[in-house]
């Protein structure tokens, strides 16, 4: 019966050590980080890893259950993952432990919160960028295609696969900007 702790933030810049402090605190054996976003299970390597780990009798600690996941779906999913080998989650911050019923109430309610949040802030960010759409200050991001280059060299008799590679750019995206079809 092992104490696996998982610690996660979502961006490069974010520190993880107050996490795993607490988790080493909890008497986790070994502790798996990554900085990854919550919002999707995919491309987060280490938390595959320590659920392929889990047997009958571990438990996976987290400080909170956001740091688990950001969505109900993908949450239900990872600990009936959890709860299908035997395992059992726990969080450090919140009275949270899959090995009771309250414990689940409460993880479930935990959960739909964390999404709402999540949507939230998707909404408050989509209105920002509509008004400084409106605004003129936001035009998104710089094109990385040199659209002029494509069509001189096109029009020099340049083929698409030595325009891409000249470019250093995908040769689907030249065929794209020329109205052509490889």
Not at 30 to 47: M, Q
Not at 130 to 143: D, H, L, Q, S, W
């Amino acid at each position: 019966m092992a104490l696996y702790g998982y610690a996660r933030v979502s961006t490069v810049d974010q520190d993880l050590s107050i996490q795993v402090q607490k988790l080493k605190e909890a008497g986790c054996s070994i502790i798996r980080e990554e900085k990854v976003s919550g919002t999707s299970r995919e491309g987060r390597k280490e938390l595959e890893t320590l659920l392929a780990f889990l047997r009958a009798g571990d438990t996976l600690l987290v400080t909170r259950v956001d740091r688990l996941a950001r969505s109900v779906l993908d949450l239900q999913s990872i600990v009936k993952e959890i709860k299908d080998k035997g395992a059992d989650l726990r969080a450090i911050d919140q009275p949270i432990e899959t090995h009771s019923a309250a414990g689940k109430c409460f993880l479930d309610m935990l959960a739909v919160f964390s999404e709402f949040e999540t949507n939230l802030r998707r909404e408050r960010q989509l209105e920002g960028i509509a008004k400084a759409k409106a605004e003129g200050v936001y035009k998104g991001r710089k094109a990385s295609i040199d659209v002029e280059a494509i069509k001189t060299l096109a029009a020099d008799g340049v083929g698409p696969s030595e325009i891409a590679r000249r470019l250093k750019i995908g040769r689907a995206s030249v065929y794209r900007l020329l109205g052509k079809s490889p």
